[in-house]
């Protein structure tokens, strides 16, 4: 009789034990010659020897399988102690599994094209219109590069530009005012990460949200750093972003050009980047469309007449501007006169 501990350290054990614990009652069918106690993420086993090794490497199989898939069905746990395949690990285009299972895979061919310059540079540039996909895709290839211990850290960054109202003073401390304005890349996350292990991640820094204005000094290594919505930076803003970049660390930058909210006409860093940039070697520009819009269908639509109303808008300010530019002259002329 031997006794061993083994440590569920990738997964939420509530996952990994089943509804109402019923893989480790199917374990303990399946290894009657072993006695196993499931207390939060550590298994101790009781028992034969031989049997023994034979659990501790499966239960390393499932372990690696429910850390991805962030599921264990009963037939897998079937499957990988006969020593057959899950029939689940097939698709190659899939990104991350969702909490529920769900495979997260790329949704349109530009998409697709975000996947394959993350994996290919180290920098990527990713702009295009709300709905397009472009923050979720890069949310999840941060969360693969985690999970596959390629990285040691996510690190989430947005500006904090209030989107045409103003908030006033939000109370509590760095984080929970930064919150609101980080709260869709929190909702990409929880689609990807059980609740407790995102809790986990976030208490161990090992997911860290940095507040634009706090990055200078910083030096960014082994990590996936996301600035979101970075058409609300400005140009001195971006360049010391994209300056924190250390050694095995990659860099998503996403922004809708046709939604800039910076006061008195600022100039976007974002655009000012990528017309700087284009052309660098080891950074990738993907441009989404509204035809990689995968919200509802009504996004794809909305996009569609603004973009109409604002070609439609253009002629008639360019006259507005024209006409007040004459009468200014004129009351110039008459005053100098």
């Given at each position: 009789?031997i006794e061993?501990v083994?440590?569920?350290?990738?997964?939420d054990?509530?996952?990994?034990?089943?509804?109402?614990?019923?893989?480790i009652?199917?374990?303990?069918v399946?290894?009657?010659?072993?006695?196993?106690?499931?207390?939060?993420?550590?298994i101790k086993?009781?028992?034969?020897e031989?049997?023994?090794?034979?659990?501790?490497?499966?239960?390393?199989?499932?372990?690696?399988?429910?850390?991805?898939?962030?599921?264990?069905?009963?037939?897998t746990?079937l499957?990988?102690?006969?020593?057959?395949k899950?029939?689940?690990?097939?698709?190659?285009?899939?990104?991350?599994?969702?909490?529920t299972?769900?495979?997260?895979?790329?949704?349109?061919?530009?998409q697709?094209?975000?996947?394959?310059?993350?994996?290919?540079?180290?920098?990527?540039f990713?702009?295009?219109?709300?709905g397009?996909?472009?923050?979720?895709?890069a949310?999840a290839?941060?969360?693969?590069?985690?999970?596959?211990?390629?990285?040691?850290?996510?690190?989430l960054?947005?500006?904090a530009v209030?989107?045409g109202?103003?908030?006033?003073?939000?109370p509590?401390?760095?984080?929970?005012?930064i919150?609101?304005?980080?709260q869709?890349?929190y909702?990409?996350?929880?689609?990807m990460?059980?609740?407790?292990k995102?809790?986990?991640y976030?208490?161990l820094?090992i997911?860290?949200i940095?507040p634009?204005a706090f990055?200078?000094?910083?030096?960014?290594n082994?990590?996936?750093?996301i600035?979101?919505?970075?058409?609300?930076t400005?140009?001195?803003?971006?360049?010391?972003?994209?300056t924190?970049?250390?050694?095995?660390?990659?860099?998503i930058?996403t922004g809708?050009?046709t939604?800039i909210?910076l006061?008195?006409?600022?100039?976007?860093g974002?655009v000012?980047a990528?017309?700087?940039?284009?052309?660098?070697?080891?950074?990738?520009?993907?441009?989404?469309?509204?035809?990689?819009?995968?919200r509802?269908?009504?996004?794809?639509r909305?996009?569609?007449a603004y973009d109409k109303?604002?070609k439609?808008?253009k002629?008639?300010?360019?006259q507005?501007?024209?006409?007040?530019?004459e009468n200014?002259?004129?009351?110039?002329?008459?005053?100098?006169?």
């Amino acid at each position: 009789m031997i006794e061993k501990v083994i440590v569920l350290e990738d997964i939420d054990p509530v996952i990994f034990y089943g509804i109402n614990n019923a893989n480790i009652q199917l374990l303990k069918v399946l290894y009657p010659k072993l006695r196993l106690v499931a207390r939060g993420n550590v298994i101790k086993v009781l028992g034969d020897e031989e049997e023994m090794c034979a659990f501790e490497e499966n239960i390393l199989k499932l372990e690696k399988h429910c850390a991805e898939f962030n599921a264990l069905k009963e037939e897998t746990i079937l499957d990988i102690v006969k020593g057959n395949k899950p029939t689940t690990e097939q698709n190659g285009n899939v990104i991350v599994f969702s909490v529920t299972g769900k495979p997260i895979i790329p949704r349109s061919e530009n998409q697709r094209k975000l996947v394959e310059g993350f994996s290919k540079n180290d920098m990527v540039f990713a702009t295009g219109p709300a709905g397009s996909g472009k923050t979720y895709t890069a949310i999840a290839l941060a969360v693969k590069a985690l999970k596959n211990k390629e990285i040691k850290k996510i690190i989430l960054s947005r500006p904090a530009v209030e989107a045409g109202e103003k908030l006033g003073f939000l109370p509590g401390d760095m984080k929970e005012k930064i919150d609101p304005y980080l709260q869709p890349l929190y909702d990409a996350l929880q689609d990807m990460i059980p609740a407790a292990k995102l809790k986990e991640y976030m208490e161990l820094n090992i997911i860290q949200i940095a507040p634009l204005a706090f990055m200078r000094g910083r030096t960014l290594n082994d990590a996936v750093v996301i600035l979101d919505e970075a058409q609300n930076t400005t140009t001195q803003q971006i360049k010391m972003f994209l300056t924190r970049m250390g050694m095995n660390t990659k860099m998503i930058v996403t922004g809708d050009m046709t939604q800039i909210d910076l006061p008195n006409r600022q100039t976007s860093g974002l655009v000012q980047a990528i017309r700087i940039l284009k052309g660098v070697k080891g950074i990738s520009f993907i441009e989404l469309t509204k035809k990689d819009i995968v919200r509802h269908k009504l996004v794809e639509r909305i996009v569609d007449a603004y973009d109409k109303f604002d070609k439609e808008a253009k002629p008639s300010q360019s006259q507005h501007t024209l006409l007040n530019n004459e009468n200014r002259n004129k009351d110039e002329s008459i005053n100098s006169n």
